[in-house]
């Protein structure tokens, strides 16, 4: 989405949508970098949105969700492939340069440019995380969509949220995995 100043200093922001395919209600959030951690709270936030869990989630073929893309076995990041299985949902991955395949939520990410970043005027990044989220909720969300001819919100409270698998009774704890070496005294540093 562009550079915004967060606590003095200017980050670099991308936007993560997640949008529900049969009434096409979503959720976006703002986030400074696309490391594994980001990737799942990301997801416990959507989840948390929607009230409940969807039996499948497709996702592009970012590092932060899969290690090798491959059209019969790709490989899934293993603390995301946790948290899919702890919330009890499948990945299904997009096909290598096919945006066909994840097109409702490339249409949400172009929506977000094009009608919500336009109407910035600022560059504080805390009051984008807010303009952002009432913007979903208010706009994005109850506008007569597109292609389905209807509105998502409605959509999504008549029929698919009901559809949703309900929430686990506890969020997954996200666990920062990393390699060390030790050193010759069986010592290892960490930050």
Same mark, same amino acid.
């Given at each position: 989405l562009g550079r915004f100043l967060k606590d003095g200093k200017v980050v670099k922001v991308w936007v993560f949508s997640m949008v529900l395919s049969y009434s096409r209600y979503s959720y976006q959030c703002i986030v400074t970098n696309q490391s594994v951690k980001s990737f799942i709270e990301c997801h416990i936030r959507a989840f948390e949105y929607f009230t409940g869990v969807p039996n499948t989630v497709k996702i592009d073929n970012l590092k932060a969700g899969v290690i090798a893309p491959d059209f019969y076995e790709p490989q899934i990041q293993r603390q995301y492939a946790e948290f899919l299985e702890h919330y009890n949902s499948l990945p299904i991955t997009a096909r290598i340069r096919r945006g066909q395949d994840k097109g409702k939520?490339?249409?949400?990410? &172009? *929506?977000? &440019?094009?009608?919500?970043?336009?109407?910035?005027?600022?560059?504080?990044? *805390?009051?984008? #995380?807010?303009?952002?989220? #009432?913007?979903?909720?208010? %706009?994005?969300? $109850?506008?007569?969509?597109?292609?389905?001819?209807? %509105?998502?919100? #409605?959509?999504?409270?008549?029929?698919? $949220?009901? $559809?949703? $698998?309900?929430?686990?009774?506890?969020? *997954?704890?996200?666990?920062?995995?990393?390699?060390?070496?030790?050193?010759?005294?069986?010592?290892i540093s960490f930050r």
């Open positions: 939520v490339e249409s949400s990410v &172009k *929506y977000v &440019k094009n009608n919500f970043l336009k109407r910035i005027r600022h560059n504080d990044f *805390y009051r984008l #995380e807010k303009d952002l989220f #009432e913007w979903t909720n208010n %706009i994005c969300n $109850k506008r007569l969509h597109g292609t389905t001819k209807k %509105i998502p919100y #409605e959509v999504f409270i008549e029929t698919e $949220k009901d $559809k949703l $698998k309900a929430l686990p009774t506890c969020r *997954y704890q996200i666990l920062e995995i990393e390699h060390r070496k030790a050193n010759s005294y069986a010592h």
